[in-house]
């Protein structure tokens, strides 16, 4: 393990399954690497959503850039028992192997709904099947993180979100996505310093109860640091006795930036720290708020007017904890078979799938998003819609400009205000409207009637 | 983003919350870093366990190992609002940073239990406090998925299991880790090609639905797979009407490996497939299953006997679907004031910490592990006890060979071998009996009267 356990621009094209690699020496050795276009979409919602955001393309537009196999990795494959019969020239092809298709996409920070394609690939066969797993990884990973931190900034109803869970994400890469998706579904800022050195997101931090612990009294401590940061001093206040603490505030100095509540009943405990802190000509010092918080907690505390001005969030952002996983699939929907274009479907029983290649088209009506049409991609729009897939590269090159995170964030907040209100109720009881054009229909149909089983 | 968004070898310090940073600031400007003792452990079993299994240890010990800020990362704290005001002696103190303390640790592979020390630390205050994040990450995150990976292990009551859930990883390096800790969890091996290659993990592949539609046929797709993989084809049969594709098995050839079924009823659907497969003359064909599965669908499908060889599982193994965070916490217990050693404890409202450096002892009883008791570190054991916690770095360097993947794996089989049967039963109902000793008791109440609130 010299390099360590980690993913990275040099071995990133190996997180793939190994069927990915199997199929495409099967492929090769059966001289089929014809053009072919495969759809990533997911089949239903995840429990109490009515939407999902998307996040993580800039990261799969990179992937898709820098892919190849090295010489040693190429040397690797040759070794492991599968592969040791195999033709010497398709590990020559594997290693000349690059990203040289189109990528169509959905950008990040746009609601998107079941069956509907957020991102496309054409590119030879081989090639756009070997991606399968890592597009499907990332899509899926930053889309639930980015859907689960806009339910919690919407139940925040304007007191700021931060994301607090490095600590709780699922690997040391998880908690990077995490933030930067969080950041992308409406959150303040992170906790994270790595993410705040790559991605230039907002770093939030204030004391762990370990501080107040290191020193001899708790006044000790919270004196200690006011003295260094004297503008930005949160204090934490139930490392011991949390009323008892707030009542230290005031002998700290006037100008503390907020009090931090970790434990205990959170609206019972503001509302008394927030009197004490008036009480005591503290009406600057803001309430913070942590400690296994959820959207349907911090909903209950707004819903009872605490006097909360920000919720540090944990596991159950970064995790999604309610729905830890998106059911993105990556689906052939088009083959070129002897210079012919072929839609593709397969008819698994509950996991169907749909022939061509498709665009969206989404419909505005009262200030709201009132649905969505599914088309072929060369189909025109019957109305007045806006085209959601853009076109991101072409022949393995990046042809338009990627947006700045802060774009794409405020991208994401439209997106979530064009949603009628309903959409917002934190059990995903609403249903959005998609439908799929007559292009798409008879295109199902004649996919159905072709299948040679 | 000149190198991705990624965590490394070169970053990893960095993955850590703010306020550790802050922290450390004002220790460092008071002038406070003498030794400390932090301890990581959880308070609570997750929902459905009666046991957690540990993994990470190894990427732990890498990153103390590693542990560094570079010099452009100093220079960017130097950026960064929160700091630009701080003494550039700070600056250089962190440029210096390293880890210089005591690793002891309970070893991968081990069964574990509530307020249980996974994991201690012995170094400068500033030192421990600056790893919080990281470790917890680590240790939450592959110990979770180890813990799910034993539990379907357990469930498939002697037919394999293996990772196929790279896809629906919460971040690349996510999948990584749940290979990982799923191989040490009993998993057979896993579908990603990265793990096996990093860690050399056995490496599983069958094809996908795309495989047989980028074909004229369903059968011209298993013969093309065949000829190229003829000791491995694994015939995948639901892309179009799964009995169909059964029948077509013995077209293909009698030396195939397995079949796999990825939709459907699979209990209905194995029988069925067993039986054309047996009438054809491959009784020698396995039969594989995916599509979904937890450990409450394995042992169903177990209990009925159906006639499965292996279950390929993905999203609810590598994202503990059922129990997606660990959560693991890392509380000061001991720091040196003044030359003495002193205990230290918070007192939250239902989160309480246990003074003082501990040891746990393991105690048997007629085959199975009957209790643990924690005690203080150099307490002596009451009886003849194995003791859990051992030492792996002192004076940040590692001490001790790690052991390979394979002899943790083994550890963990013996581990929850030795866990009387009730202990694996899916819903958790079991309690294994953990006490504290007489000399923890006596020092958790000395450390509640030295509270100096």
Known sequence: MDNGFFVTRENEALLTDLYEL???AAYWANGINSTASFELYFRRLPPNRSYVLTAGLEQIIDYLLNFHFSENQIEWFRSVEQFDHLDQ???????????????????????????????????????????????????????????KAARMVKAAAGSSVIDFGARRAQSPQAALYAARASYIGGCQGTSNVLAAFLADIPAYGTTAHSFTMAFESELKAFRAYHRVFPKRTVLLLDTYDTLEAARKAKLVGNDLAAVRIDSGDL??????????????????????????LNEFKIADLVSANAPIDSFGVGTELVTSYDAPALNGVYKLVEMTIGG????????????????????????????????????LAE???????????????????????????????????????????????????????????????????????????
Do not use: C, W
Request: zero cysteines; charged letters at 25%.
């Open 22 to 24: 199997t199929m495409a």
């Open 89 to 147: 020239k398709f590990f020559d092809f594997l290693s000349g192997l690059r990203f040289t298709g189109e990528l169509r996409a959905i950008p990040e920070g746009t609601t998107v709904f079941p069956l509907e394609p957020l991102l496309q690939i054409t590119a030879p066969l081989i090639e756009s099947q070997i991606l399968e797993t890592y597009l499907l990884n990332v899509l899926n990973s930053q889309s639930m993180m980015a859907t």
């Open 267 to 292: 609206l019972d405990l503001s509302r008394k720290v927030r009197k004490i802190l008036d009480d005591d000509g503290l009406q600057n010092v803001q309430i913070m708020v942590s400690g296994d």
């Open 340 to 375: 012919k274009r072929i839609s593709r479907i397969k008819t698994s029983q509950g996991k169907p799938s749909y022939p061509g290649r498709k665009q969206v088209y989404r419909y505005q009506k009262n200030h709201y998003h009132s649905h969505d049409v599914i088309t």
């Open 379 to 453: 189909e025109a729009p019957s109305e007045d819609g806006m085209p959601m897939l853009q076109t991101y590269m072409e022949a393995g090159k990046r042809v338009v400009d990627l947006p700045s995170l802060t774009e794409i964030r405020k991208r994401a907040a439209f997106h979530l205000d064009a949603l009628d209100p309903s959409f917002h109720d934190l059990n995903g009881a609403a249903e959005y409207p998609v439908v799929f054009s007559q292009g798409l229909k008879q295109e199902l149909r004649k996919a159905e009637r072709s299948i040679q089983k």
